[in-house]
C-alpha cells in the first residue's frame, strides 16, 4: 500500500505494473448476457484500429450462423482453423500454432470460456490467450458474465441452468481493460423475437426459459457490479502506484469500529445491515486496550457470523490508526457508537476529532441501546500493596538523605530524583503505582524542601508555579510509563501466544495418530485456561474424545452448546452472544467437509487475546485431524490393497502347489488301483516313490503357511542361546535335498551367535532351498560366516539365475516368486518371507545383493543372501 507518511508509491503496485508490461495487452468485452453484441462490437473496435494502420488479425470468430457477424469481419484476415478428429466427426478449433508464427500486433479470439477439443495443448480457451499474452501479443477477447467461476451457483438459482463453461475470476483480473457491453432485457428480447440471435424454434424455447425478462434483469447486474468492481481495483492500483492518499468512493466499503462499550453489538448490526443494503465489504475494527472485555470478543465473532472480516490493531492515536486504515482500504462507510452525552469518554474525543478530519468518509453514528446488557463484572483481584509500600519506601529514604545532604542536594535536583522514582514506578508496577508515587512525591517535596520547610505552605510564588509543573509532570510521566507497561504487556502475551500456537503445531506435525493430535489439542487448551476438552462427530452424535484434566465430564448446559455449537458451525458459551452463562468455551473445528467436531475450553474470562488463540487453535486442530483422518483412510485403504494381493497370491499359490501334488498322487493311486499286480515291482516302486515325495511337498507347503501364519499372530516365542553356526548349518544342509555338496566357510572369529537354534536352522534352510530352486544342478552354493565388530554376517551365496534388480525390494514379501524368463518359479513364495521374519525377531537383518561381484561376468549372476545376528 502507498505509504501516506512519506509519499512512496506502494513497491508490489509497481512490481505488478512492471509485470503487466512484459506481456501482451488483453482487452475483454465482458457481457450481460448472450446476444448483446459483444462480437459485433469487438469487430467494429478492431477495423477502426485496422484503418489506423495496426496490423489486426481475426484468430477465431465465433459467428454462431449470424451472417451479419460474418459480413462484419469484413477485410480483417481470418486465421485458418485447426481441424481435430473427435469421435468419428471433425472440429475445428483455435489455431494457437498459427497464431505464434503469424504474431499479429491484435488478435481477436472469441468465446473466452470456450472448451478446447481433447489432444489440444491446453483444456480451455483462456490458457491459450495465456500464452499469446506471455508471447508478447495484444488479444481482445469476449466472454459473458454468467461464465465467471464465482457467478456460477448464483446464475444457477436465478435462471435455473447451470453453466457448464466457466473461467475462473483470477483470467477477467488479468485483463487490462474491460469493455461492459449491455442491452436493456426488453430491447435484448426484441432481438431475439426478430431472429437477429437465433433461429426462431430455438429462439421461442429461449425466451421461455433463459431470456426471462428477471432473468436478463439480474443478469445484468451482476455485469454491472462486477464491472464497478474491477474499476474499484484500477482505481486502488492507480493511487498505490502513485502514492495518493484515499480514500477514492468508487465501490462501497464498510468500517465498524467495535469499542469495549455497550453499543459493540448495535454497531457490528448496523454495519452489517448497511453492508448488506449496499451491497458492500464489511470489516470490523478494533484497537486493543487493557480494559476490553468480553463484550468486545463477542462483537468481533457477530461480525465473523454476518459475513464481514475483522481487523484489530495496537496502537496509541486511535484517530491516526482509523483514518490510516480507511485510507488505505478505501472506506467509504464508518459506523460508530455515540454514548450519552453526559458520560466523559475518550469515544466521544473519537467522534469528535473523526468528524473534524475524515471528511472524505460517510459517519454513521450507533445510540446505545435503550437497555443495555450489563458489562461484566471483572474479576476481583486481592489489592497488592506492595508497590505502594515499595514507593513509600523509596522516597522515604530519598527524602531523609535529601534532608541530612540539604547542603549538598538543592531543591530542584530533590525534584529530579522523585521524577526518576515516579517513572521507575511506573514502569516497574503499573499506571497506579506512578501515579501514587507521583502524589507522595509532590506531598514529600512541598513539604520538606519548598520553604518554609515542614509546611504545606508555599512562601515563593515561583515556588507554586514549579511545585504544580512537578505535579503535572510527574503525573504525566507516571501515565506514560505505566501504558507504555501494558503496551509491553500486551506484545508479550501475543508473542506468547504466537509461540505457544507455533509450538502446538509443531507438535500437531509429530503426532503419529488421532488420539494423539486430540490429546495435544485438550492439553494445549487446559494450559491455556485450566481444563480443555476435544469433542468429535460420530454415528451417535458428539463424543468426548480427549479431556485434561482426565475425568471431565459436562453437565447438560455445557452439552447442549456443545452441541449448538456443532450443529451451527459457531462459538457459544462463555464470552459470546450465544448461551453466555455456560462457563465453557467451545470453538467449531471446521474442515473442507464441514463442522467435524468441537474443542471446548473452560477460562475464567475471555479477553480478546485468548479468544484469538484459542481460535487458531480449533483451526489448527481441525486441520491435523483431517489430515490424521486422511492418514488413517489412506492406510486403511493400503492395508485392504496389501490384503487382497496378499488373498490373490495365497488362492493362486493354492490352486497350483496343491493341485498339481494331489494331481500327481491321484493318479499314481489311481493307477496302483486299477493296475493292481499287472504293474512290475519297479513300476510299483515308482508310484510308491512318487506319492511319496508329493506327500511331502505338500506337508512343507502347509508348514510354511503354518509358520507365517504363526509370525503374523504374533505367536512366535523366541529362546535365545549362544549357538554354534556350523553346526546348525550342517544340519540345515541334510535337510535340504540337492544342497548335499554346499561349502561352510566360518571364519574363527565367527563360531558363535547369540539366536534361536530351531529358528536359525530354518532361516538357513529357506535359504538354501531358494538357491536350489534357482541355481543349476550341481552348481556351487556356500554358507559363509564372518564377524563385523560386534555382529555376524551369515550369507548364503549361489551362482544361479539371480534377481532382477527391480525384484530386489520385493524378494522378502510374502507370496513373491522371481521369474525365470517368461515363466515363474514352482513354490509358495514364502520362504524368504519366513526367513525375513525369523530374523528379525531373533534380532537381526536380512539382505538381498544380485548380481555377485566374484563371479565371472560372463556366467550367471548369482544371489547372496546376508544376514546379520548378534556375535556370542
Known sequence: MANQDDGRPDPDALLASAERGSRGHLKIFLGAAPGVGKTWEMLDAALAKRERGLDVVAGLIETHGRAGTLRKIGALELLPRRAVPYRGQTLEEFDLDAALTRRPQLLLVDELAHTNAAGLRHAKRWQDVQELLEAGIDVWSTVNVQHLESLNDQVARIT???????IPDTVLDMADEIELIDLPPNELRARLEEGHIYRPDVAARALRDFFREGNLGALREMALRRAAQRIDKDVTHYMRTRAIPGPWPVAERVLALVGADASAGNVVRHAARLAEALRAPLTAFHIERTNDDARVQAALDLAVQLGGNVVTQNATDLVRAVLDYAGQNNITHIVMGRLPARRWRPRLRLADALTRQSAAFALHFVPVPAAPAPRPAPARRKTDFEPYLLASALL????VIGVAADKYVPQEAMGLIFTGIIVAMASRSGRNAGLFSALLAFLLWNFCFLPPVYTFSVADPRDVVALLVFLLVGVLTGQLAGRVRQEAGAAASRVE?????SLFGQRLSRAATLSDVLASAAEEAASMTGSGTVLLHGPHG???????PA??????AATAAAEWCFAHGVETGIGTSTLPSVPWRFLPLSSNAGCIGVLGAKP????????????ALAGQTALAVERARLSLHTARAQAQEDSQKLRNALLSSLSHDLRTPLTSIRGAAETLTQAGSALDEPTRADLLASITQDTARMTKFLANIMDMARVEAGGLTVRQERVKLEEVAEAAIARVSGALYTRVNIAPDATYARADPALLEQVIVNLLDNAVKYSPPDSHISVNAVRAGNKLRLSVADAGVGIAPGELDAVFDSFFRARRGDRVAPGTGLGLAIAKAFTEAMGG???????????PADGMPGTIITMELPAA
Open 551 to 556: 475425568g471431565i465430564s459436562l453437565d447438560e
Open 845 to 855: 537383518t536380512i539382505s538381498a545383493q544380485s548380481p555377485r561381484t566374484d563371479l
Open 396 to 399: 522515604g529514604v530519598v527524602t
Open 160 to 166: 435455473g441452468i447451470r453453466v457448464a463453461e466457466t
Open 497 to 501: 501466544a504466537l509461540r505457544r500456537i
Open 542 to 548: 458428539l463424543r468426548p474424545e480427549a479431556s485434561r
Open 604 to 615: 475464567d474470562a475471555v479477553p480478546p487475546p485468548l479468544a484469538q488463540a484459542l481460535a
